[in-house]
């Protein structure tokens, strides 16, 4: 069964700053991979995704992520943290087949300080 | 274009009740999800369906009704409220022949006193 693993339920950093937002997953099979991000009060927004090809992704608002096979983790990071940055992110893993719904990890918030 | 919507945007019921919430969207999108929020759980999901009158079960759907008529509707019922199903409930929706990634609504915030 596939399963995502997010270290760390809150990340504190300052403005400016590297951010660095661990994922690991399990899957038995070739994974798609997602990062969304949720301000509060809103739906979720994806940020990223891996499906086949470059390992490096990149995202929007700054972000990009890594798919390590051998290390089995997707992290997301951004060179340089913003206040607007602040929200709650979540990894997700899908195996590669239509239809199959996304299993998510618990979430991380990241809080940024000025 | 909303893409997509859920109404209401919050609810507040009482156990016991019948209460449904709704999901529309504009995108034709074959595949449509509901999903719960939950602190320290991250999303779970309920029910899905891949097209009209074709729905499955989710991760966790005790309690839970669906039905799909329409392309652009998905609506979650839950047929004798509990205090354990209060939540925010998230509806997503994926194309066909999409990398997978999925469009969320806005959510609706349902209390059960």
């Known amino acids: 069964a596939q399963s995502v693993t997010q270290l760390g339920s809150h990340v504190s950093v300052s403005e400016g700053a590297l951010v660095l937002l661990r994922c690991n997953y399990s899957?038995?099979?070739?994974?798609?991979l997602f990062w969304y991000v949720q301000y509060p009060n809103q739906g979720l927004q994806l940020l990223l995704k891996?499906?086949?090809?470059?390992?490096l992704v990149k995202g929007i608002n700054g972000f990009e992520a890594e798919f390590k096979k051998s290390e089995t983790s997707f992290h997301l990071t951004k060179p340089s943290a913003h206040m607007s940055d602040a929200a709650e992110y979540f990894c997700a893993v899908t195996p590669n087949q239509a239809g199959t719904a996304l299993i998510f990890g618990k979430g991380t918030t990241l809080s940024v300080s000025s | 274009d909303a893409g997509i919507t859920q109404s209401p945007r919050y609810k507040i019921t009482e156990t016991g009740r019948q209460v449904t919430l709704m999901c529309h969207q504009t995108?034709?999108?074959?595949?449509m999800f509901w999903y719960r929020q939950d602190l320290g759980h991250g999303l779970r999901l309920i029910y899905y369906?891949?097209?009209?009158?074709?729905?499955d079960k989710g991760e966790v759907p005790d309690g839970y009704v669906v039905s799909r008529s329409k392309t652009e509707n998905f609506p979650l019922t839950l047929e004798s409220a509990t205090r354990s199903q209060t939540s925010v409930y998230f509806c997503?929706?994926?194309?066909?022949?999409?990398?997978?990634?999925?469009?969320f609504g806005p959510g609706t915030r349902l209390t059960v006193t």
């Open positions: 899957s038995s099979v070739p994974p798609y």
């Open positions: 995108w034709s999108h074959s595949y």
């Open positions: 997503a929706t994926k194309p066909t022949g999409g990398r997978g990634e999925q469009y």
């Open positions: 369906s891949a097209a009209a009158d074709i729905t």
């Open positions: 891996y499906t086949t090809g470059a390992t």
